[in-house]
């Protein structure tokens, strides 16, 4: 399955199944850990081997997280946000600033590779020496290709009692990110359905 680092950044901020909302980047070391994860994904970041996050780039990632989420509730708008963040979401014209304004901190060139007997590909040349820079940009991309990409039709908020994360819909009557959240809402619904009949 193909991963997309937009959709995992929204995703750090998941139900802890306790009944609450856990954040993988609530810690330095959740961030460093959380990145480390995902270093294929940042390739030419300088998310190798001893990097280590600092409390500046946790924060900034974060901000950034806030932005995403409130493109993605005005993504998915008609339909509700995710209740994470759905009574404190960011003012969309402040995410949009906040997102181009970090792809833009990083000044890349595309250069093209092309190997002998291999097809050509295409990848971002950067200058900057600043790591974290590098990181917030590169996922600030990645959010900004989302966004104006065809998958963006397809982005959904789990409607999953407890649920908080945003998904892709892969058929059409997928209303769950995950069977769990499908089990969960049916279970949800019969009590309802139990409690009405008792009580009727």
């Not at 070391?29 to 996050?53: N, S």
């Not at 209740?83 to 181009?100: C, E, F, G, K, V």
């Not at 600030?140 to 407890?162: N, Q, S």
């Amino acid at each position: 399955m193909e991963r997309r680092l937009a959709l995992e950044l929204a995703s750090t901020v998941r139900h802890d199944g306790d009944g609450g909302v856990a954040d993988d980047l609530a810690t330095v070391h959740g961030t460093t850990r959380w990145l480390g994860e995902r270093a294929d994904l940042l390739a030419g970041c300088g998310v190798a081997g001893d990097f280590e996050a600092d409390d500046a780039l946790m924060d900034e990632i974060v901000e950034l997280r806030q932005a995403v989420r409130a493109l993605f509730a005005r993504a998915v708008s008609p339909a509700p946000p995710s209740p994470a963040d759905a009574h404190r979401l960011m003012p969309a014209d402040r995410a949009l600033a906040l997102l181009n304004a970090a792809a833009a901190r990083e000044l890349v060139a595309p250069q093209l590779d092309w190997p002998g007997g291999t097809p050509p590909a295409a990848r971002l040349l950067s200058a900057e020496r600043d790591s974290g820079l590098r990181l917030v940009a590169a996922l600030a991309r990645a959010a900004i290709e989302f966004l104006a990409g065809p998958e963006r039709e397809r982005l959904r908020a789990c409607a999953a009692p407890r649920c908080v994360r945003y998904f892709l819909k892969e058929h059409g009557l997928q209303e769950w990110c995950k069977p769990s959240c499908g089990n969960r809402a049916r279970a949800a619904r019969h009590y309802r359905r139990q409690r009405a009949a008792d009580a009727g």
